[in-house]
């Protein structure tokens, strides 16, 4: 196989692989990526494939056209404590249960809410994209659900999240947050991501101070 049906193979995989994705703006960077090797590709056949570097090269700027958009949009956040018990909470968890159950695989809604967790909805805009799921031990706050649903994945909801939610368990006296059954790997990176650290004496485990 030579180098150039490689870029050509390598362009229709990123391309596809866009098309796979949820979040919006990782999308539009593979999309990118892979219309421009697709460009390439095209440029680079003997003689130049012109309607495929004209197609991909105007793909390419229809998506920075849109990646400059969303860099540029002001979002709004914020949060909104809800009861346990609300028929709209009860209606999200089993709409993304089977999500849900991926990185948070002991959980379960039917039996946990009969216990009154408390629940906080983070609202981006109007829209309800996360649900944060905890319960108060002592001065730990364990996390039993820190959902995002997949079309705003971008790890702004959880900056927000985290640095509002710190000032108001700070002022109430807390002094970590503990994640326990962390097995899936995407979750894990998400946790490290915001200064979680693995249990030494339970791997299962990770936690941080508020």
């Not at 900056?159 to 509002?164: A, I, R």
């Not at 002094?175 to 790997?185: F, K, P, Q």
Request: charge should be positive; glycine fraction near 4%; aromatic fraction near 16%.
């Amino acid at each position: 196989m030579s180098v150039l049906e490689i870029v050509g193979y390598a362009s229709s995989v990123l391309i596809a692989i866009s098309l796979m994705m949820s979040n919006h703006f990782k999308l539009r960077i593979i999309n990118f990526v892979g219309s421009v090797v697709f460009a390439i590709y095209g440029a680079l056949l003997t003689p130049p494939a012109l309607p495929v570097v004209c197609v991909n090269g105007l793909i390419a700027c229809t998506n920075l056209y849109f990646l400059y958009k969303i860099s540029r949009r002001k979002e709004y956040f914020r949060t909104f404590p809800i009861v346990a018990g609300a028929p709209f909470v009860t209606h999200f968890m089993r709409f993304y249960a089977e999500d849900i159950k991926k990185f948070f695989p002991k959980f379960e809604w039917e039996k946990e809410r009969r216990n009154d967790p408390s629940c906080i909805f983070l609202l981006r805009g109007a829209n309800p994209t996360g649900i944060f799921i905890y319960q108060v031990k002592q001065k730990s706050i364990v996390v039993l659900v820190d959902y995002v649903v997949p079309e705003y994945r971008d790890m702004k909801n959880a900056d927000f999240l985290y640095t509002v939610l710190s000032d108001i368990f700070l002022y109430k006296g807390k002094t970590e947050y503990i994640v326990e059954h962390v097995y899936n790997i995407q979750h894990c990176k998400y946790l490290r991501a915001h200064g979680f650290k693995r249990d030494p004496k339970r791997p299962e485990i990770m936690h941080r101070s508020i």
